[in-house]
């Protein structure tokens, strides 16, 4: 069973910036796909970042040029930077790991709120 673990939301100004961090337990964590979803108060849950297991990384609209997703293998965690915050970017992140087709887990969410 693949635990994961985020930390690092928070309440921040508007052009703040925060730090995500997930880790994860298990022993392939290099295998894994890793993503950071939000969801916001009344809507649905959406992708924000994703990165392979090669490194390769995509970005909703909203994010790109502000945030940056990596990961630290050896530490089984991945990041989230988040400059340049916005209102809208408020909600509840989550991290999320794709060992396989049939193997897809969650962590609990951390919150983070942008103030305006």
């Known amino acids: 069973q693949v635990q994961l673990v985020e930390s690092g939301g928070g309440l921040v100004q508007v052009g703040g910036s925060l730090r995500l961090a997930c880790a994860a337990s298990?022993?392939?964590?290099?295998?894994?796909?890793l993503g950071w979803y939000r969801q916001a108060p009344g809507k649905q849950r959406e992708v924000v970042a994703s990165?392979?297991?090669?490194?390769?990384?995509n970005y909703a609209d909203s994010a790109k040029g502000r945030f940056t997703i990596s990961r630290d293998n050896a530490k089984n965690t991945v990041y989230l930077q988040m400059n340049s915050l916005k209102p809208e970017d408020t909600g509840v992140y989550y991290c999320?790991?794709?060992?396989?087709?049939?193997?897809?887990?969650w962590g609990q969410g951390t919150q983070v709120t942008v103030s305006s």
């Open positions: 999320n790991a794709i060992i396989t087709v049939s193997q897809n887990y």
């Open positions: 298990g022993s392939i964590f290099r295998l894994y796909t």
């Open positions: 990165i392979s297991n090669s490194g390769r990384t």
